[in-house]
């Protein structure tokens, strides 16, 4: 199975380069949305976080106040490796899950989305890797207008990531997401070809079918072995 590592920085448009993928039938793995089921009302992950971070992240509901939580961890480097240390088994465990779900589906390729790929050293389990690359000042913009953030607050989201320029010397491929949709479109054909092409051994080995043929062959050899031996 081929395991194709997303990321970039914060708004660079890791979604809307997910969606592409999904709208071409490749299976998306998606590690902000499994961070999300990690803080459920009543979840390990959000009792370990509420004993941390104290009953006033909740709401009346008792869900987790996401952007006043958000204000606690962008705002405090310690807070936010707190909230990092605590939930990082979970999201890990959350995402070897679905990799394993669509390995049994049958999945020869399939893209996971990890806004913190690099930082948290999850880069060694992809091959390729794309980034989702923009300017500073897009990022910005496109954030700002996307969550109603003031520049400061975006700032600190910003600021809270390896910064995107490094990220794009370790890709494999760049997306360059400073243009229009259509520009954006064009740049994804080309990667689609590029992840869609033949697995190599190594990546057919990992995948279910390989799996299966590697059993089938050592099976098959058990009984040759024990027919010829009388
Ligand atoms: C702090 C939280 C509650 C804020 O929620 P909110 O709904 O405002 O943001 P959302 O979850 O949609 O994340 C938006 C983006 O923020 C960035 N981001 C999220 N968490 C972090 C973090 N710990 N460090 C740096 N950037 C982060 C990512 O680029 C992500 O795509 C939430 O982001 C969270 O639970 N973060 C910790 C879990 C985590 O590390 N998630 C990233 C998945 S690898
Ligand atoms: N090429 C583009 N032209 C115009 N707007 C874009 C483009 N690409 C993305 N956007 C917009 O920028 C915003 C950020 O994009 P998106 O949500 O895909 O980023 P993301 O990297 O997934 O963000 P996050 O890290 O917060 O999950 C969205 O409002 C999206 O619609």
């Not at 999201?91 to 390995?103: A, P, R, V, Y």
């Not at 990022?139 to 109603?148: A, N």
Request: with cysteine; proline share 3%; aromatic share 8%.
């Amino acid at each position: 199975m081929r395991i194709v590592g997303l990321t970039g920085g914060i708004a660079s448009g890791k979604s809307t380069v997910s969606n592409l993928f999904k709208a071409s039938g490749i299976p998306v793995v998606d590690a902000d949305v499994i961070a999300r089921n990690v803080l459920k009302k009543g979840s390990g992950g959000w009792k370990r976080v509420v004993a941390a971070f104290g009953e006033e992240i909740l709401l009346p509901s008792r869900e987790v106040d996401r952007p006043k939580l958000a204000h606690m961890v962008f705002s405090s480097d310690s807070n936010r490796q707190l909230l990092n240390k605590l939930m990082a088994p979970y999201i890990s465990t959350g995402i070897f899950l679905e990799i394993l779900k669509q390995w049994g589906k049958g999945a020869k390729v399939i893209v996971v989305d990890i806004p913190l790929l690099f930082e948290a050293k999850m880069d060694k389990w992809t091959k390729p890797i794309v980034v989702v690359w923009v300017s500073r000042e897009t990022q910005l913009k496109r954030l700002m207008e996307r969550d109603g953030l003031s520049r400061e607050d975006a700032g600190s989201r910003v600021m809270a990531q390896m910064s995107l320029d490094l990220k794009r010397c370790k890709a494999d491929v760049v997306i360059e997401n400073n243009g229009d949709l259509d520009h954006l479109d064009q740049q994804f054909s080309m990667v689609l070809s590029e992840i869609r092409r033949p697995l190599t051994w190594t990546e057919f080995w990992r995948s279910r079918q390989g799996a299966f043929s590697v059993l089938g062959l050592v099976t098959s050899g058990l009984f040759f072995c024990k027919r010829f031996s009388y």
